[in-house]
């Protein structure tokens, strides 16, 4: 029953901005944490932004830390990751995650229910 599904992605010149968003359904969003990930082609899905239940503590990745900001409305049951300052090196196929405890991780492991994934390719 659980539902994530993104939106937002696309491509875009280095420097510039998208705003990810994140559709949940099927579970109590407000008591779940939530989080970003992203996968290049050929490298391991890295942590890049997280909330815990109700949003309250919010970690990012070094790599993004100062250009991306993650965003939770809980009345709305969305997610979202606004990307600015874009490099190439954010190429990557972006995916919104949750986990039932509630507790904020930056490990993959931590998260049980997995979003569509799409893709944002950064130009040069």
């Known amino acids: 029953q659980v539902q994530l599904v993104e939106s937002g992605g696309g491509s875009v010149q280095a420097g510039g901005s998208l705003r990810l968003s994140c559709a949940a359904s099927?579970?109590?969003?407000?008591?779940?944490?939530m989080a970003w990930f992203r996968q290049a082609p050929g490298k391991e899905r890295e942590f890049v932004a997280a909330?815990?239940?109700?949003?309250?503590?919010?970690y990012y990745a070094d790599s993004v830390k100062g250009r991306f900001t993650f965003s939770r409305d809980n009345a709305k049951n969305m997610v979202y990751l606004q990307m600015n300052s874009l490099h190439p090196a954010d190429t990557a196929v972006y995916s919104c995650?949750?986990?039932?405890?509630?507790?904020?991780?930056?490990?993959?492991?931590?998260?049980?229910?997995w979003g569509q994934g799409p893709p944002v390719p950064v130009s040069s």
């Open positions: 995650a949750a986990d039932a405890s509630g507790l904020v991780s930056t490990l993959r492991q931590s998260y049980a229910s």
């Open positions: 909330a815990g239940w109700m949003g309250g503590n919010i």
């Open positions: 099927g579970f109590s969003f407000s008591i779940y944490a």
